[in-house]
């Protein structure tokens, strides 16, 4: 091989060396960018999959906030609901209780009425037999003692109201 211009041993060396480099580079240099690369993608995957696992959690929450809101808008309604039905309750027991307040008082005042009726009556039928009897004795003059008088009267005016 001398004649060619190669020297074997330098050769041989120099293979040695490149192999002896390759490896010291395959064992310190390569395999710990290769790792650290390696680290690096499955770190990059992770935060991939922790935020893709985030946006779910997300769409979770907005879905049971708006869940939790409809709910909230449903019991607001309800309680909307309720209280109309409730003021509309109160207003009827309202206008049923002044009804019957006014039903009461107009028969109170229908009684009083009758009452104040019989009462004026009593008092024209008093008037009406004393002035009978007043007019009776100048009439007649002294003749009839005035319990006749009264009895004779009172049965005119007894008759009179059964005539009616």
Do not use: C
Not at 31 to 48: F, V
């Amino acid at each position: 091989m001398g004649a060619l211009g190669v020297n074997l041993p330098g050769l041989l060396f120099q293979a040695i060396n490149f192999l002896l480099l390759l490896f010291i580079l395959q064992k310190f240099l390569y395999k710990p960018i290769l790792n650290a690369i390696k680290s690096r993608q499955e770190k990059i995957w992770k935060g991939l999959e922790e935020a893709e696992k985030a946006t779910q959690r997300l769409a979770e929450a907005e879905a049971e906030a708006e869940r939790i809101l409809a709910e909230a808008r449903a019991k607001a309604q309800e309680i909307v609901s309720q209280a109309t039905q409730e003021g509309s309750r109160v207003r009827e027991d309202i206008i049923a209780q002044a009804k019957a307040e006014a039903a009461r008082i107009l028969e109170r005042a229908r009684m009083e009425a009758e009452r104040e009726r019989e009462l004026a009556m009593a008092e024209i039928r008093r008037q009406a037999i004393d002035l009978a009897v007043l007019t009776a004795r100048k009439i007649v003059g002294q003749a009839l003692d005035e319990k006749a008088q009264h009895r004779i009267i009172s049965d005119f005016l007894s008759s009179l109201e059964q005539a009616d």
